[in-house]
C-alpha cells in the first residue's frame, strides 16, 4: 500500500460529496472541511494534497497541523514493527489476522516506535509521504503554495496536555521527554519563561508546544509566506476541573455551541455555563464556514495576530515570540 490510505479515503469521500450533495441540498462548492487533533491532521493533510484541491472551499484545523506525517523510510519502520508484533512475514499472513491481533499489534509497535526516537510527530501510524498523493514533504507541499487559495481558520487550546499527564514528573523525565522532541536546552528557555513552574507544568507545556502550538504556527507561517489566508486563535477558557484548565478537545463543544451536550460537563465542571465564550466561538466558526473573514487580523510575521477566546476574549500581538525562539532550528 501507499502507507497513505487514509487519505485516499478521506479525498474519495469529499469527491463522493462533490457529486452528490447538490442532490440533497447542498452547494458543492461551499464545503468547509474541520477538524480536531488527528481530525486536525487530517485537514493539514488534506491542504497540502495536490488531488484533494478544489474538493474543499474553506478549512478549519483545531489542534492539529502539519509535522504528523511520515517520511517514506520512517514508514518503512513502522511497517515493519507492526510485522514484527503480528509475527508474519507477508502482506498475505497480515491479511490473515484478526483484527483485534493487528489492534493489540499495533498499540505494542506504537510504543516501541515511541521509543526509538525518530519521526517527526508523536505517534506511529501516520499518513506516509513521497508517495502518488504526497510526493513530496507535507511542509514542502503547503510552501509551495498547494492550498493557498483555501483560507484557513486554525489553532490550539492554552493546556492541551494536561489531557495526557496524569502523574508528576520527575527531572530525569522531563529530561528525556526535551531530549525526545529535539534538546534539552527547552527545558532551560521554558524556565527562564516560566520560573515557577513544576516539573509536571513544564512537561505539559513542552508537550503542547511540540504536538499541537508549534505546528500551527508553523502552519500559519508556510502558508502566509505564500499570501495565504490564514487566521489563528487560541482557546483560553479553563475548566473548573482544576487540573484540565484549557484541555485539549474542550473547545469543541463551544465550537458547536453544545455546552449541554452529554458528557460535556464532566469536561468543563459543575456550574454556570459559560454561554457567552460559546456563543462568541460558534458565532466565529459559523461565519467562517459561510464565507466571512473572522474579526481579528489575519496571521502575519510582522504582529503575529491571535484572537484569544476566554470570559473576556482578547486580540494579542507576538504573544507567543519566547516559545518560538526556543523552538527555532528544533521544530
Not at 495536490?50 to 489542534?63: C, D, K, N, V
Not at 498475505?92 to 489476522?97: G, I, N, P, Q, T
Not at 469536561?267 to 461565519?287: N, R
Request: contains cysteine; proline residues 4%; charged residues 25%.
Amino acid at each position: 500500500t501507499s502507507g497513505i490510505n487514509g487519505i485516499c479515503d478521506q479525498i474519495k469521500a469529499l469527491e463522493w460529496v462533490r457529486d452528490n450533495i447538490s442532490g440533497l441540498g447542498g452547494d458543492p462548492s461551499k464545503v468547509t472541511i474541520a477538524g480536531e487533533s488527528a481530525g486536525g491532521f487530517s485537514v493539514a493533510t488534506l491542504l497540502g494534497c495536490e488531488q484533494a484541491q478544489g474538493l474543499f472551499r474553506r478549512a478549519i484545523p483545531q489542534s492539529g497541523a502539519t509535522h504528523h506525517t511520515l517520511t517514506d523510510e520512517v514508514g518503512k519502520v513502522v511497517a515493519d514493527l507492526l510485522m514484527d508484533e503480528l509475527g508474519v512475514e507477508s502482506i498475505d499472513e497480515l491479511k490473515s489476522a484478526s483484527v483485534l491481533d493487528i489492534l493489540e499489534a499495533q498499540a505494542r509497535a506504537d510504543s516501541r516506535y515511541n521509543q526509538m526516537n525518530i519521526g517527526d510527530g508523536v505517534q506511529a501510524f501516520y499518513p506516509v509521504e513521497e508517495n502518488e498523493v504526497l510526493p513530496i514533504p507535507l511542509r514542502e507541499s503547503i510552501r509551495a503554495g498547494v492550498g493557498a487559495s483555501v483560507p484557513v481558520l486554525t489553532g490550539t487550546n492554552k493546556d492541551e496536555n494536561t489531557l495526557f499527564v496524569m502523574e508528576k514528573m520527575s527531572s530525569e523525565r522531563l529530561r528525556k521527554q526535551a531530549k525526545t522532541y529535539g534538546s534539552e536546552s527547552l527545558i532551560e528557555a521554558y524556565r527562564e519563561m516560566l520560573p515557577d513552574a513544576t516539573e509536571t507544568e513544564l512537561a505539559i507545556e513542552l508537550g503542547t508546544d511540540f504536538t499541537f502550538k508549534i505546528p500551527a504556527i508553523r502552519l500559519a507561517e508556510d502558508r502566509v509566506a505564500r499570501g495565504a489566508d490564514t487566521w489563528v486563535y487560541q482557546f483560553d477558557w479553563e475548566s473548573r476541573n482544576a487540573h484540565l484548565k484549557a484541555t485539549h478537545a474542550l473547545e469543541i463543544p463551544f465550537a458547536f455551541n453544545m455546552l449541554m451536550a452529554t458528557g460535556v460537563d464532566a469536561f468543563i465542571g459543575k456550574g454556570e455555563l459559560p454561554q457567552a465564550v460559546a456563543d462568541e466561538m460558534h458565532g466565529v466558526w459559523t461565519s467562517f464556514i459561510q464565507g466571512d473573514e473572522p474579526s481579528w487580523p489575519k496571521y502575519d510575521l510582522e504582529k503575529r495576530t491571535v484572537q484569544h477566546f476566554d470570559n473576556n476574549s482578547s486580540v494579542v500581538e507576538n504573544g507567543e515570540l519566547p516559545r518560538l525562539n526556543a523552538w527555532e532550528g528544533i521544530r
